[in-house]
């Protein structure tokens, strides 16, 4: 009985404790007006993540003016107040074991026109809004030093973070487009932003999901988004030149140099840069928006049912060279480009256009010593007994990879009238690749010869690409009823030739037992021409339910000959190697229709309905 009482009043005194060590986080506060000093009833009250502005908590003011926000986590976090007609109010404040509540007070807010009426007013920047599913960022509630990029004050952002290389990450997700007072600025290579634009110049960050063309113009989310950021300058930076010069030399000949040149006037914008170095630095960017090519070729059947033929070049033991520089060996790289964008005619015709042109060559060894142990192992080839045998390989290699490459894109945008719109859009690009690798590696077992490889790769690649589309718009004085029609040319073109020379000797007892030749010539053409046109029509049912009906054509037309020769002279190579050979050629055609039914209400979206496809192909 006394070991029962006593294991019950341990078991409540753990209980208590572990009552004890739970805490309730919350912040609370009254709202009131500074001049007439009522209480304001339903002001919103939210609570945001101040690490990356994700919404924890919000409520509305009762009649008395209080508000009072339970159950939130330990952290730090952005108090953000708003009223129709008065300013916004924000502060920050953090919850822990040491303050588990936060009381704000009386918080006085203050109506917008007296705000706007008085020649000074003193207190801190909003630093955040969220309007819809747009956070818009105010650069100037963050600390700007001189000479700062615009990719340095993304850095201090909530939510945002940029590693060395320039690349950008927003609530998780990769952001693949940096606009500049929305418009395209050197295509989509963000860095090219982010390392160009001035801090100071940043009137406005915004952060959201772009949605595709289609679903921008009919208001109806086809569910394609891209996380993007736009930079909204200040008025006062968008008249005026900037430009920056930088060269720097250091020990074992590495130097680097960077210029660039910015003319923004009115509703044009003008840039250049240029980059040339050793040191690692590959330019601003040097990210290739083509993701064409795969390293073999791949048949797959699509959602619709149509049939994709992907065809790359490399492959059957020769290297290709993507232009990437991944922190190994020597890289001297020369880039270049020029950005122009214009608006005129009342804003109705939008031109922008960047041409962007670089070289990279890497060269570097490579030196390598592995062992592997295997207990009581038999090496029968050697002749050895039973026992711990050690297999030791040393390799070296040597290379030398290099890439040129130019791409030209336009874009070209005209409103017909206030219901039509026309754009065209054009980008080429043209690329050249070499690559020479040299490996020798040996194998030695327990001391003794193994084998031993030598091994001669040489490749050259050409590559031609070019996609063209028109996308016309039609909006009818019904609100929601509209029509679009896109149309779309994709042409990619590939040849590569290279050569395979390698000997393997094995060994027996020290003795050369067995030796394998390879000497062949491989070659690889690819072509691929994909047209496709779309058309959808919306038509609004009521006010949260539309209906969309699209048909779409493809044709495709695709062919890959990849030939490998073997040689049966000196430098020549005239019999065919049936094994290692193969010809493709791909003809579809696709017709899809369908029809589609969206409910919207608020920020929640529904979408049901079908779509029938017959492909046909040979």
């Not at 320039?166 to 290579?189: M, P, R, Y």
């Not at 390392?195 to 109806?220: C, E, H, P, W």
């Not at 002279?569 to 369908?594: F, H, I, P």
Request: charged share 25%; aromatic share 10%; proline share 1%.
């Amino acid at each position: 009985m006394k070991t029962f009482i006593l294991a019950l009043t341990l078991l409540c005194l753990c209980t208590f404790y572990s009552y004890g060590q739970t805490a309730t986080y919350s912040v609370k506060g009254v709202i009131a007006d500074t001049t007439e000093k009522v209480n304001l009833a339903g002001t919103t009250v939210t609570v945001i993540n101040a690490k990356d502005s994700i919404l924890r908590a919000f409520t509305w003011v009762g009649a008395d003016g209080s508000f009072n926000i339970n159950k939130l986590n330990k952290g730090k976090y952005l108090l953000l107040v708003s009223y129709p007609g008065y300013a916004d109010y924000t502060d920050d404040f953090t919850l822990d074991s040491v303050k588990t509540s936060v009381d704000f007070g009386k918080i006085a807010m203050i109506l917008k026109s007296r705000l706007l009426a008085d020649v000074l007013v003193k207190g801190e920047v909003t630093a955040i809004k969220i309007k819809g599913d747009t956070t818009e960022f105010n650069a100037r509630a963050y600390k700007i030093q001189p000479n700062d990029k615009v990719e340095d004050l993304l850095r201090q952002l909530p939510g945002i973070e940029v590693d060395k290389d320039g690349k950008i990450t927003a609530q998780g997700q990769t952001v693949n487009k940096v606009l500049v007072d929305g418009e395209e600025f050197f295509g989509d290579d963000p860095t090219l932003v982010t390392k160009n634009i001035r801090a100071d110049m940043v009137d406005k960050v915004q952060l959201y999901d772009k949605k595709s063309d289609q679903a921008t113009f009919t208001g109806i989310d086809d569910g394609v988004k891209d996380k993007t950021i736009n930079i909204k300058l200040k008025a006062d930076k968008k008249n005026g030149y900037f430009g920056k010069a930088n060269a720097g030399v250091g020990t074992d000949g590495y130097y680097e140099g960077q210029l660039l040149y910015n003319k923004f006037k009115a509703n044009e914008k003008f840039s250049v840069y240029g980059t040339l170095g050793n040191d690692g630095k590959t330019g601003l960017g040097w990210e290739d928006a083509q993701k064409a090519g795969l390293s073999s070729n791949n048949v797959q059947v699509g959602d619709d049912g149509g049939v994709s033929m992907y065809f790359g070049g490399g492959g059957d033991d020769l290297d290709s060279f993507d232009g990437r520089y991944n922190g190994q060996g020597l890289p001297l790289a020369r880039t270049g480009g020029l950005h122009y964008d214009s608006k005129w005619n009342s804003d109705k015709q939008t031109l922008n256009t960047n041409y962007k042109i670089g070289s990279i060559q890497v060269d570097g060894t490579n030196d390598n010593i592995v062992q592997q142990n295997f207990p009581d192992t038999t090496i029968s080839s050697l002749g050895k007994a039973a026992g711990d045998s050690i297999i030791r390989t040393t390799s070296h290699q040597d290379y030398h990879k290099y890439m040129f490459r130019q791409k030209l894109d336009v874009m070209y945008q005209i409103k017909l009238d206030t219901t039509q719109t026309l754009k065209f859009s054009v980008d080429g690009t043209d690329k050249h690749s070499d690559v020479f690798e040299n490996n020798l590696s040996t194998s030695y077992v327990n001391g003794d010869t193994l084998n031993n490889n030598r091994r001669q790769v040489t490749n050259h690649v050409n590559e031609k690409v070019f996609d063209g589309s028109v996308f016309y718009t039609k909006k009818f004085k019904k609100k929601g009823r509209t029509f679009s029609w896109f149309v779309g040319e994709a042409y990619n073109q590939s040849d590569s030739k290279g050569y395979l020379k390698a000997r393997t000797d094995f060994y027996k007892k020290d003795t050369i037992n067995n030796t394998q030749i390879t000497d062949q010539l491989k070659t690889l053409n690819t072509k691929s021409s994909v047209l496709s046109s779309n058309m959808t029509y919306t038509e609004p049912l009521s006010k949260l339910f539309s209906l969309i009906v699209n048909y779409g054509l493809s044709i495709d037309h695709g062919t890959s000959d990849r030939r490998t020769y073997d040689s049966t002279a000196v430098n020549q190579y005239n019999r065919l190697n049936d094994t290692l050979s193969n010809n493709y050629k791909l003809n579809e055609m696709s017709n899809q229709v369908g029809a589609i039914f969206n409910y919207k209400k608020d920020k929640n979206t529904f979408n049901f309905g079908t779509k029938v496809a017959d492909v046909s192909y040979t």
